[in-house]
């Protein structure tokens, strides 16, 4: 029995990626699983090996030609999955797969394209060990009054500049710049609460201007704006640092500050870095990624 067993048992690659940060278990931690072309993985197995891993995410890397490996090739297809739901994009699960790409298969590229939902996604390397990757930039319309409820919900008696809603369906509401990070972080949500008061909406950021006091990294650098990111429409009571709400985050504060290049921290109990540059209709963010558990999945 252990025989036979052991003849249908196939191990893959599987990895755990701190993502958008320097330091390991900080950061945004993703899951990602290496399937090889021959092997077809059905949505239904991806969700489970998803829910196994009960982590915000769990990306799914396959070569796409037969020829290819996860060393010589340069284009795969990426699906990304939470404990509950396929998500149409995720930042930092293609950052942290891209990292193990570059940092543990070793492959050859100077970029890599990903096949995914939301198009073809593009990772790089660049300076200082960060990885760019390249997203969608969705912009937003104001919608004060509609989603009042929700907003209350979740900043209580903090001051409020404006709350907009973007193409991809996230709330983003706007604190004033009076309001101080640590009453950012202090923010408490109650996941009943937002479901029923905004069931129609897929996550909301909560996001403020940087002051020069409160808002500089470790090396003195200062933050052009701080967010927190919140999305039980998808299980997620907080996500540590999140990449497509910067799909959102960053022209919205492009505007604002009139400037295509910036800086930012989600101001998650893990907490993260990312650097962004606005460029024709795309958002590109860079970070950097410490990869902290390697091991093999039996599917």
């Given at each position: 029995m252990d025989s036979f067993q052991s003849e249908k048992a196939k191990f893959f690659?599987?990895?755990?990626?701190?993502?958008?940060?320097?330091?390991?278990?900080?950061?945004?931690?993703?899951?990602?699983?290496?399937?090889?072309?021959?092997?077809?993985?059905?949505?239904?197995?991806?969700?489970?090996?998803?829910?196994?891993?009960?982590?915000?995410?769990?990306?799914?890397?396959?070569?796409?030609?037969?020829?290819?490996?996860?060393?010589?090739?340069?284009?795969?297809?990426?699906?990304?999955?939470?404990?509950?739901?396929?998500?149409?994009?995720?930042?930092?699960?293609?950052?942290?797969?891209?990292?193990?790409?570059?940092?543990?298969?070793?492959?050859?590229?100077?970029?890599?394209?990903?096949?995914?939902?939301?198009?073809?996604?593009?990772?790089?390397?660049?300076?200082?060990?960060?990885?760019?990757?390249?997203?969608?930039?969705?912009?937003?319309?104001?919608?004060?009054?509609?989603?009042?409820?929700?907003?209350?919900a979740v900043v209580k008696n903090l001051s409020v500049q404006e709350v907009v809603l973007s193409l991809s369906k996230k709330l983003l509401i706007r604190l004033n710049d009076n309001v101080t990070r640590k009453e950012l972080e202090s923010i408490k949500t109650n996941d009943a609460e937002l479901l029923t008061a905004a069931p129609d909406i897929a996550g909301l950021a909560v996001t403020l201007k940087a002051s020069s006091e409160e808002c500089i990294d470790e090396e003195g650098n200062k933050y052009d704006f701080v967010s927190r990111y919140f999305s039980p429409w998808f299980g997620i009571s907080e996500d540590p640092v999140t990449g497509s709400a910067h799909s959102v985050l960053a022209p919205y504060w492009a505007k604002i500050l009139q400037k295509n290049n910036l800086y930012a921290r989600q101001c998650s109990r893990r907490g993260g870095e990312l650097h962004i540059e606005l460029q024709k209709g795309r958002v590109l963010l860079s970070g950097n990624a410490s990869i902290v558990i390697k091991g093999e999945i039996n599917i």
């Open positions: 690659p599987i990895y755990i990626v701190d993502a958008f940060t320097k330091h390991s278990f900080s950061g945004n931690p993703a899951a990602v699983c290496l399937l090889p072309f021959d092997h077809e993985a059905d949505s239904d197995l991806k969700q489970k090996i998803a829910s196994e891993m009960n982590l915000s995410e769990t990306a799914f890397l396959k070569t796409i030609k037969e020829s290819d490996t996860f060393q010589s090739g340069k284009r795969f297809s990426l699906d990304w999955f939470t404990p509950l739901c396929q998500v149409p994009l995720c930042g930092h699960a293609t950052l942290a797969s891209a990292a193990v790409l570059f940092m543990e298969c070793n492959n050859e590229s100077q970029v890599l394209e990903f096949e995914t939902v939301s198009g073809i996604l593009k990772a790089q390397k660049m300076p200082s060990n960060r990885i760019q990757i390249d997203l969608p930039a969705y912009e937003s319309h104001p919608v004060q009054d509609k989603y009042k409820k929700v907003v209350e």
